[in-house]
T-cell receptor, first 117, second 113 residues
């Protein structure tokens, strides 16, 4: 079956511009996660959605970052007024269940490589 | 907070050599532990996992045992292949609080023929 998909695969933007990154999770997965993979910071958690509950935004690095998940499926990560330090690979993952489910596997998408010039 | 400390890389081995990549963790409660692998040009894939103490996760010849007493989850393989060349990430999911994965810094493995 289809895995997690992300678009675009690559995005080059100029400093100060806004960008939107999209994630399509595996059908039926109720939990969705965004992570960032950068050279200096490794893999960092950004935000988590579980069903219709309020998202866990504890990993977002600044108020320039926001995300939404429409209809419990597709998610969009928005970065406003991009900075050079935002350059990274943004990974999306989904899992069948989230909270309280130990060992629940997260399936990762291929990522979006963002370059801010 | 939760954290994962992973053996620094890069690691270079000859084919058929024995592999160990060390991983230790700090977490509240009883976390689930994972090894993820990222092959060149590909996304992260789950390699193996263990959800409670003394569990052994295994896959593709790789093994890791959840050691609560030493808070460790070292990855081992008896005989590596060139195709095992990848970046390996140790991770935990803390059942007591956060739902997200906390990752180690990753270890680059290169296996030479």
């Amino acid at each position: 079956g289809a895995g997690v998909s992300q678009s675009p695969s690559n995005k080059v933007t100029e400093k100060g511009k806004d960008v939107e990154l999209r994630c399509d999770p595996i059908s039926g997965h109720t939990a969705l996660y965004w992570y960032r993979q950068s050279l200096g910071q490794g893999l960092e958690f950004l935000i988590y959605f579980q069903g219709n509950s309020a998202p866990d935004k504890s990993g977002l690095p600044s108020d320039r970052f926001s995300a939404e998940r429409t209809g419990g499926s597709v998610s969009t990560l928005t970065i406003q007024r991009t900075q050079q330090e935002d350059s990274a690979v943004y990974l999306c993952a989904s899992s069948l269940r989230g909270t309280g489910q130990g060992g629940n596997e997260q399936f990762f998408g291929p990522g979006t490589r963002l370059t801010v010039l | 907070g939760d954290s994962v400390t992973q053996m620094e890389g890069p690691v270079t081995l000859s084919e058929e050599a024995f592999l160990t990549i060390n991983c230790t963790y700090t977490a509240t409660g009883y976390p689930s532990l994972f090894w993820y692998v990222q092959y060149p040009g590909e996304g992260l894939q789950l390699l193996l996992k263990a959800t409670k103490a003394d569990d052994k996760g295994s896959n593709k010849g790789f093994e890791a045992t959840y050691r609560k007493e030493t808070t460790s989850f070292h990855l081992e393989k008896g005989s590596v292949q060139v195709s095992d060349s990848a970046v390996y990430f140790c991770a935990l999911s803390s059942a007591g609080s956060a739902r997200q994965l906390t990752f180690g810094s990753g270890t680059q493995l290169t296996v030479l023929p």
